[in-house]
Nanobody, 129 residues
Framework: QVQLVESGGGLVQAGGSLRLSCAAS????????MGWFRQAPGKEREFVAT???????????HYTDSVKGRFTISRDNAKNTVYLQMNSLKPEDTAVYYC???????????????????WGQGTQVTVSS
């Protein structure tokens, strides 16, 4: 079992920044991909970003097109924590953001919610115009 706890959400004006954190505990592994998804009211949960181990000691991020150049995903394995730095926020970024953990290693970026077995409770991000 893996437990995920998100934090860092809040209310911010358009153009502002937030950093989300996801603290993992339990049967974690530094080589398992972790991701961020979001769900706006009345919409389906959508992929935001994932971080994967390349197999050669480095990590790389993969992003949905709408956040490329604005969001950065990173991880601190010593703290078992994944971060999502969100800059230049827009009102359309408003959603509940969820952290997710995969149970097996994958070099190929995983962008579907069904690819992840563990989820946090979510943190609200609201961007005002």
């Amino acid at each position: 079992q893996v437990q995920l706890v998100e934090s860092g959400g809040g209310l911010v004006q358009a153009g502002g920044s937030l950093r989300l954190s996801c603290a993992a505990s339990g049967r974690t592994s530094s080589i398992y991909p972790m991701g961020w998804f979001r769900q706006a009211p009345g919409k389906e949960r959508e992929f935001v970003a994932t971080i994967s181990w390349s197999g050669s000691g480095t990590y790389y991020g993969h992003y949905t097109d709408s956040v490329k150049g604005r969001f950065t995903i990173s991880r601190d394995n010593a703290k078992n924590t994944v971060y999502l730095q969100m800059n230049s926020l827009k009102p359309e970024d408003t959603a509940v953001y969820y952290c997710a953990s995969r149970e097996t290693h994958s070099i190929v970026p995983k962008t579907q919610a069904s690819d992840y077995g563990y989820w946090g409770q979510g943190t609200q991000v609201t961007v005002s115009s």
